[in-house]
C-alpha cells in the first residue's frame, strides 16, 4: 500500500471523526438535560441501542418502497426519537414518580433493551438471526454547491451524512435553549436547588420529566445516527456510546462548548485506533488499537480524580425530589 | 479470624449437620454409585427444609408477639417476590402475544426451570455459580453504601488473570494436583481486588463517584483484556485465547457423581463459603458493622471514630475480589476461552440483578443466583418450543425493574399485611403468616 500525503489523511480522517463526534455529541446533551434536571441517566445505552433497533426496522421496512434515501433516513431518524421519548418515559417514572434508585432503574433499562432487541430480531426475522442489514448506502456523495468549494467542501459537505447536519442544528438549538430561555434555566434550577424552584412555584416533577424525555429523544436518534453512520446494520448493541457520551458530559464538565471539544477527542482517538493499519505514523508507532481507544476513559478517570472539587455537576442530580425534605 | 471461629461455636448444630451434608456430598457417591444421588440428594434437600423449619420455630418461640408488617426483611422479601411475580407475567403475555399456542407449555418449562432432572440441576448450580459471586460483589459493596457497577471489569482482569495462570503455570500441578488451580483462583482474587481498589482510592481520596468511575473502569479493562490476551496467550488459529492446562480446570470433587452428566464443579463450594464469610463479616463483626456505619453515614461514622476513607476502600477491594474470583470460576473450566473481542462481559450487570433480587444479603443473592441459573435453564429448554432463550434476560430486567420501584411495592404490601393481620385480630388468635419465607426472614437478622 502507498503511504497517503497528509491532505489525503486529512481527508479521510476528519469525515470520519465528524461521523463520530456527531451521535457523542448529541447522547452528551441528552444525559446533559437529564442531569441539569436533577435525573442520572446512565440508561443512555439502553434507550440508544433501542432507538436504533426500532428506527433500523422501520427503514429496513421501508427501503424497497419508492422513498429517497434521504427521506427514509429522516423517517428512521424521527422513530428513533420517539422510540427514545417512549423508553425514556419508564426511567422518568421509576425516578420521579416512584423516586427509585435511578441507577438501578437504568441498569433494568439497559439490561431489557439488548435482550428485547435479540429477542423481538430473532423471533421474526426470516433468517432467525439478531441482525438487520440495511441495504442502502446513506451517505451523501457531495452536498450541491457546498461539496465544490475547495478544502472546506472535501472535509465537511463531501461523504457526509443527513444526520450530521441535523444533528449540528439539534445541538445548537438544545444548547441555546437551556441556556438562554426561561424554561431552560428552569430546567437547571431544578438539578441544582428543587426546594427553591418548588418555592417559586415550578413544578419539580413535570420538568424533570421534560429533561429525561429530551435525553430520551436525543438519545434515540442518536442510536440511529450511529446505525447509518457505521454500521450499516442493525447488530443488538451501539459499541458502548451511550457510556462513552457519558463520559464526554463529564470529562466536558457538563458545558455544552466543552461537550463538542471532549467528544471531537473522543472521536478522534476512535479514528485512530481504527486507521492505524494506513496512516503511517500511527503505523510505525506500532500501539494496539485498543490503547487509543481506552484513552479517553482514562482521560475522563484523571479529570475526575482531579477537577472533582470544582466540578460543574448539578448538585441535586441523582437524588429523587421529595417536597418534605429540607 | 476470631468472630468467625466465635460464630462456628455458637451455631455448632449447623456446621455439624453442614459438615455431614458435605461428607455425604464427597464421600457417598464413590462408596454408593451412580444410583444412590437422588436418594442423597433428596435427603440434602429435607435436612436443608428441616433446618430452616427448626430456624422458624425458634424464632417464633423468642418472640411470640412478632407481627409481619413491622419486619422489614419480610416486608423487602415479599417485595421481591413480587417483583419477580411481575416479570414472570410479563413473560407469559410477550409469550402468549408471540405464539398463543404453545405459551403455556413454554411458561411451565421457564418455571421448572432447573428443576427438570438432576442433569440440569447441577448444570444450574454450575452456571449459578459466577452470578452468585458477582452477585456477592456488587451486594457485597451496596451494603457498604457503594454501588459497584464495575463488577465487569474486575471480573474480566480477574478472568484474565486466571486464565493466563491456567495456560502458563502448569508446573504447579507438579507440586501438588490442586496447586494450579488454587494459585489461579488466589491471583484473580487478587487481581480483582486491586481492580476494584481504584473506584474505592477515588472515592475515598477525590471524592469521584464510584459509580462513574467504575463504568470508565470496565471499558478500560475491557480493552486492556484484549491488548493482553493478544500479546502473551494469543492462539491465533481460533482467535481466541490459549487452552488452559487440565490441572487448572476447576476440580469436581466428586460433585460429577452426584449429578450425572452435568456441567458441575468445585465452584459451588468456593461460592458456598464466600456466602458464609461474607455473611459472618456483614453480620458478625465490629469490621463489617463500621463498614454498614460508613455507608449509611460518612460523616456520622467519622464523628464514632471510624476510619471512613480507609473502610470504602477496603469495601471496594473486597468486593472486587469476589468479582475477580467470579471470574476465575467462569473461565477456568475446559473447552472455555476468553476471546479479544470489545465487549462488556454482561455477567457484571448479571451481579447487579441478582443483588438486588437477594436484598443485598449474602444468603439472599445465594437463592437469587441460584433462582437466575434456574431460570437460565428455564431459558435453554424453551428452544423445544418455539421461543429464544433471550426471553428470560427480558423477564429478568422486568423484575429488576419492578424491584426499583420497591417503595411503591413495599407499600402495597404493607398494605395487605396489616389488612391479613386486621382480619386475624379479628377471628381471633391464629397464624397469619408463618412459613419458609418468614424462616428465610429471621434467618438474616
Known sequence: MTDLTFLEILYFIIPLMIASTIPLMLVATGALYSERSGVVNIALEGIMLMGAFV???????????????????????????????????????????????????????????????????????????????????????????????????????????????????????????????????????????????????????????????????????????????????????????????????????????????????????????????????????????????????????????????????????????????? | MNAILNYVKKNYIGFSVSVLLLLQVFLLPTLLGEEAAGGILFSIAAVGIGYFGYKAYLFRKQNPDFKAAESTTLVNILGSVIAILTGLLFGFVLMLIINPNQAIDGFFTILEGGFRNIESLGDMIYFSVPLILTGLSVAFAFRTGLFNIGASGQLTIGAFVAVYIGVRWGALADIHPLLHWLAAILFATIAGGLWGAIPGLLKAYRNVNEVVASIMLNYVAMYINTVLIRNFIYNPDFARALDIKPSAASPTFNLDLLFPDSSINAGIIVALIVVLILHIILNKTTF?????????????????????????????????????????????????????????????????????????????????????????????????????????????????????????????????????????????????????????????K
Open chain 1, 55 to 326: 428506527g433500523a426496522v422501520v427503514m429496513k421496512q421501508l427501503e424497497p418502497t419508492e422513498l429517497g434515501t434521504q427521506m427514509i433516513a429522516l423517517v428512521g431518524l424521527t422513530v428513533g426519537m420517539i422510540t427514545g421519548i417512549a423508553f425514556s418515559f419508564l426511567h422518568a417514572f421509576a425516578a420521579i414518580n416512584m423516586r427509585a434508585n435511578q441507577i438501578i432503574s437504568a441498569t433494568a433499562l439497559n439490561m431489557f433493551a439488548p435482550a428485547f432487541a435479540i429477542f423481538m430480531n430473532r423471533t421474526f426475522s426470516e433468517q432467525g438471526t439478531q441482525r438487520v442489514l440495511l441495504a442502502r448506502n446513506y451517505r451523501i456523495a457531495s452536498v450541491e454547491f457546498l461539496g465544490d468549494i475547495p478544502f472546506i467542501g472535501d472535509l465537511f459537505f463531501q461523504g457526509a451524512y443527513l444526520s450530521t447536519y441535523i444533528g449540528i442544528v439539534l445541538f445548537v438549538v438544545a444548547a441555546v435553549f437551556l441556556y438562554k430561555t426561561k424554561w431552560g434555566l428552569r430546567i437547571r434550577a431544578c438539578g441544582e436547588n428543587p426546594h427553591a424552584a418548588d418555592s417559586l412555584g415550578i413544578n419539580i416533577y413535570k420538568i424533570r420529566y421534560a429533561g429525561v424525555l429530551v435525553s430520551g429523544a436525543l438519545a434515540g436518534m442518536g442510536g440511529v445516527i450511529f446505525v447509518l453512520s457505521f454500521a450499516t446494520a442493525f447488530n443488538a448493541s451501539v459499541a458502548g456510546f451511550g457510556f462513552l457520551a457519558l463520559a464526554v458530559l463529564i470529562f466536558g464538565n457538563w458545558n455544552p462548548k466543552r461537550i463538542i471539544l471532549a467528544a471531537s477527542f473522543f472521536a478522534l482517538m476512535r479514528i485512530i485506533s481504527n486507521t492505524t493499519a494506513v496512516v503511517p505514523f500511527l503505523r510505525d508507532l506500532n500501539l494496539d488499537p485498543e490503547l487509543y481507544q481506552m484513552l479517553p476513559y482514562i482521560a475522563t478517570l484523571v479529570v475526575l480524580a482531579f477537577v472533582s472539587k470544582n466540578s460543574a455537576a448539578p448538585r441535586a442530580a441523582g437524588e429523587p425530589y421529595d417536597p418534605g425534605k429540607r
Open chain 2, 288 to 444: 463489617g458493622y463500621e463498614l454498614k456505619a460508613v455507608g449509611l453515614n460518612r460523616d456520622a461514622a467519622k464523628y464514632a471514630g471510624m476510619n471512613a476513607k480507609r473502610n470504602i476502600v477496603i469495601s471496594m477491594i473486597i468486593s472486587g475480589a469476589v468479582a475477580g474470583l467470579a471470574g476465575a470460576l467462569l473461565f477456568l473450566v475446559q473447552g472455555k476461552h476468553l476471546t479479544p473481542v470489545n465487549t462488556i462481559l454482561t455477567e457484571g450487570f448479571t451481579g447487579i440483578a441478582i443483588s438486588l433480587l437477594g436484598l443485598s444479603s449474602p444468603i439472599g443473592v445465594l437463592l437469587a443466583g441460584l433462582f437466575y441459573g434456574s431460570l437460565q435453564q428455564g431459558g435453554y429448554f424453551l428452544q423445544l418450543y418455539d421461543y429464544k432463550p433471550e426471553i428470560i434476560d427480558i423477564i429478568i430486567a422486568v423484575i429488576i425493574y419492578a424491584s426499583a420501584l420497591g417503595l411503591f411495592l413495599q407499600k402495597f404490601v404493607l398494605k395487605g399485611l396489616k389488612a391479613s393481620e386486621m382480619r386475624a385480630a379479628r377471628q381471633g388468635p391464629g397464624d397469619a403468616t408463618g412459613d419458609t419465607t418468614e424462616a428465610e426472614g429471621s434467618d438474616d
